[in-house]
C-alpha cells in the first residue's frame, strides 16, 4: 500500500437492540425515580414539571423523561396541559374518597395474607421502618417519614407475595403521595400510630386483625386530609 495513501476506516456498524435496550432501561430507571418523588412527597399538588430541568438535574437527554411523564400521564399521576406545562395533580374530594376506598380494600388484602407469611426477618422490617419513623417525626425531618410510612405501606404487598397487587398500589400511592406530604406534618403521630396494631395482627399472624389494622390506619391517619379536602370543596360557595 502506498504510504501516502490514508488507511480504509470501516464505518462503525450500529449493534443491533443495544439502543433500544439502553433507552428501555433508561425510561425505566427515569420513571421510578419520578414515581419514588412522587410516592415520597417530593413534589407537591400543583407543581409544575418542566422535561428539560428534569433532564439536566437526572444527567440524561429529554427523551427518556418525556417518556417517562408520558407514562405517567397514562396512569392520571401526571396532568398533561401541553409538553411545557406539566402538573402533579391536586386531587378533589370525590378522588381522594375512592383512592381511600381502594387503598382500604386493597391494602387491606395485603395486610391479611402478610399474617399468614411474614418472617421474623420481615416482622423486624416492619418495626424497624416503624422506630426510624418515630425518630424522624421527632426531629422533625417529614420527608424522611413521609417516605418510611410509604415503604411501610408498600412493604405489605412485598411481604404477602402479591407482586401484581404491588403493582396495582404504586400508582395509586404516586397519587396520593403529594397530598400526604402536603398535610402529614400536620397529621403528626395520627399518621403511623395505627401501624403499631398492623404490626402486632401480623406477629400474631390474625390476618382478620391486621386487615382491620390498615382499615383504620387509613382511616385515622388520612382524618387530616379529609377535613382538608372538605374545606377545599367548600370554598367556591364561598366565593359566591
Do not use: C
Not at 381502594?102 to 423486624?124: D, M, N, S
Request: no cysteine; net charge neutral.
Amino acid at each position: 500500500m502506498d504510504s501516502t495513501t490514508p488507511p480504509t476506516i470501516d464505518k462503525p456498524r450500529p449493534v443491533p437492540g443495544l439502543d433500544a435496550i439502553d433507552h428501555e432501561n433508561l425510561g425505566d430507571i427515569v420513571y421510578a425515580k419520578l414515581g419514588a418523588a412522587l410516592m415520597e412527597g417530593a413534589l407537591r399538588p400543583g407543581e409544575r414539571l418542566r422535561i428539560r430541568d428534569l433532564a439536566q438535574q437526572m444527567g440524561t437527554s429529554v427523551t427518556p423523561v418525556r417518556d417517562a411523564i408520558l407514562r405517567l400521564v397514562q396512569e392520571q399521576v401526571l396532568i398533561l396541559r401541553s409538553l411545557r406545562d406539566i402538573r402533579v395533580p391536586s386531587l378533589t374530594l370525590a378522588q381522594y374518597l375512592e383512592i381511600r376506598d381502594i387503598r382500604i380494600e386493597l391494602e387491606g388484602l395485603a395486610a391479611e395474607r402478610a399474617a399468614a407469611r411474614a418472617t421474623p426477618k420481615e416482622l423486624k422490617l416492619l418495626e424497624r421502618l416503624i422506630r426510624q419513623n418515630e425518630t424522624a417525626i421527632r426531629r422533625g425531618d417529614t420527608a424522611a417519614a413521609i417516605a418510611l410510612n410509604e415503604q411501610f405501606h408498600l412493604a405489605l404487598p412485598a411481604i404477602a407475595g402479591l407482586p401484581t397487587l404491588a403493582g396495582i398500589l404504586k400508582p395509586l400511592w404516586m397519587r396520593m403521595g403529594p397530598l400526604i406530604s402536603e398535610l402529614y406534618e400536620a397529621g403528626g403521630r395520627s399518621m403511623i400510630e395505627h401501624h403499631y396494631p398492623v404490626l402486632e395482627a401480623i406477629r400474631a399472624g390474625d390476618g382478620p386483625a391486621a386487615r382491620r389494622g390498615i382499615a383504620q390506619d387509613i382511616l385515622k391517619g388520612g382524618e387530616v386530609i379529609l377535613r382538608h379536602k372538605l374545606l377545599e370543596a367548600e370554598e367556591p360557595a364561598h366565593d359566591q
